[in-house]
Nanobody
Framework: QVQLVESGGGLVQAGGSLRLSCAAS????????MGWYRQAPGKQRELVAA???????NYADSVKGRFTISRDNAKNTVYLQMNSLKPEDTAVYYC???????????????WGQGTQVTVSS
């Protein structure tokens, strides 16, 4: 199995910053895309940002210019630097990895347990 463990969530005032981390562990042959999703109460889970193994990133329009995704392939870790946070960024943030355990396997989606981010106004 591949385990994803997130950290870095918390409570912050509007305009503040937080940095989320997600470390992948377990039996890993290769990790392709990694990303962050979020789900606010009563809403569907949405993509926040994603990054390929080569470092190409894409962002939701709502976070462009405020959030930055990065990864350390040697550590199987992805980060999300969140600046200029707004109350509407409040959600549970989930780490995602498209990975395979063995060379002959297909890629599978793996998810972390989620970390709460709350932005007060």
């Amino acid at each position: 199995q591949v385990q994803l463990v997130e950290s870095g969530g918390g409570l912050v005032q509007a305009g503040g910053s937080l940095r989320l981390s997600c470390a992948a562990s377990g039996s890993i042959f290769r990790i392709n895309n990694m990303g962050w999703y979020r789900q606010a109460p009563g809403k569907q889970r949405e993509l926040v940002a994603a990054i390929t193994s080569g470092g190409s990133a894409n962002y939701a329009d709502s976070v462009k210019g405020r959030f930055t995704i990065s990864r350390d392939n040697a550590k199987n870790t992805v980060y999300l630097q969140m600046n200029s946070l707004k109350p509407e960024d409040t959600a549970v943030y989930y780490c995602n990895a498209l990975a395979r355990r063995w060379w002959y396997e297909n890629d599978y989606d793996y998810w972390g347990q989620g970390t709460q981010v709350t932005v007060s106004s």
